[in-house]
Nanobody
Framework: QVQVVESGGGLVQAGGSLRLSCVVSGITFGWYVMGWFRQAPEKEREFVGGVGWSDAYYADSVKGRFTISRDDVEKIVYLQMANLRPEDTAVYYC??????????????????????WGQGTQVTVSS
């Protein structure tokens, strides 16, 4: 059984930092791109960033403020968030995308491309 479990959300002040963690089990971790998405009330789910076999990639809205890393031994992916803004307030989701044969350089950014999802963790940034 595949499990994707996020943690680390909470309430922070604007300008503050927060680190989210995503623990994965039931898959061969190295075969997957790990992505972060977020969804604010009445908004579409949007891509935040991801990391596969190469450097992490990010949405323009978070580039320079957020950093994604992965621990392939412990099967954990992190989202380090700095200089948080009220508009970053959302439920943050961790997801896994299986790399297909001959496509190890893919950088998926659409929710439909990810097979496994966590339950989400709330991040609230106060002004």
């Amino acid at each position: 059984q595949v499990q994707v479990v996020e943690s680390g959300g909470g309430l922070v002040q604007a300008g503050g930092s927060l680190r989210l963690s995503c623990v994965v089990s039931g898959i061969t971790f190295g075969w997957y791109v790990m992505g972060w998405f977020r969804q604010a009330p009445e908004k579409e789910r949007e891509f935040v960033g991801g990391v596969g076999w190469s450097d992490a990639y990010y949405a323009d809205s978070v580039k320079g403020r957020f950093t994604i890393s992965r621990d392939d031994v412990e099967k954990i992916v992190y989202l380090q968030m700095a200089n948080l803004r009220p508009e970053d307030t959302a439920v943050y989701y961790c997801a896994a995308h299986r790399l297909r044969f001959g496509a190890t350089d893919r950088r998926p950014m659409a929710p439909e491309e990810y097979e496994y999802w966590g339950q989400g963790t709330q991040v609230t940034v106060s002004s």
